[in-house]
């Protein structure tokens, strides 16, 4: 359920908002959370700027908006490419009142096999982009006083997953980057707040890991199945509107009662 016109009049800019992979049974189009923000915060009334390093995907995000918008390519490891995408956004619509910085991606190695191209390309995609693509939105939202920065980060950037170093640290930094925004720009009517997603129903978790895995990944979740991208996408544009106008510097935790929980083995 959306909140009718909450974003009505509103720029928004999703940098990793195409989706691939496999799609859920029924569904033409792959839902990742990137793709189900921009039509989250399209459906609530905002324009929406789609990046994506594919410009097809990207471009099938904007065909499903409930309002016009626009696709961009941008390569999130490529700097000038993020703030190229930024300039576009503002020489499109002037102003960008919501900045989502979803790319991102999961690497698999843990320590004893991290290797370094691996701890730099997620460093450029999952931080340095988003960083470079804020620094690229602020001005114009500081000469306005006003502006949302929404950061889609992870439980693995608080609890480790024991799956992969370069994943939970640059999602950890992420965080930093959102609270450094916050505490910073805050007199200056510019708000930054994160939410922490566990595990979610995405395509992105379907290639990695297998559909096939479902029941074992919701088997450890205290509401017992795994998230919807439609609902981190709710989550992002709860801290997008000014429902949210008092909250900033926070990482919202979306993870259907993981991190509430102590680790016990199931009754029975
Ligand atoms: N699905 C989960 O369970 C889960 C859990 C925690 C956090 N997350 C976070 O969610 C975010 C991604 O979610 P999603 O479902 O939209 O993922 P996704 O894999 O569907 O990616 C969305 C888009 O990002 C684009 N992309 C990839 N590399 C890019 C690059 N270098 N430059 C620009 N675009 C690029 C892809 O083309 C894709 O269309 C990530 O930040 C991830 O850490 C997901």
Known sequence: MTVDGRLAGQVAYVLGGGSHGPARDGEALPMGNGRAIALRLAAE?????????????????????????????????????????VETALDAYRHLDIVVCNVGISGREPLKAQTLSEWEYSEAVNVRSHWLTAQAALESMLARSRGAFVFVGSTAGLLSSRRSLSYEATKAAQLAVMRHIAVRYAARGIRANAVVLGVIDSPLVRREFGAEGAPARAAVVPMGREGTPEEAAAAVAFLASDDAAYVTGQSLIVDGGVSASWPSPPKG
């Open 45 to 85: 009334g905002a324009t929406v700027v789609v990046g994506d390093i594919d410009l097809g995907r990207a471009q099938a995000t904007v065909d499903a908006l409930a309002t016009p918008g626009l696709a961009v390519a941008v390569d999130a490891c490529d700097p000038q490419s993020c703030q190229a995408a």
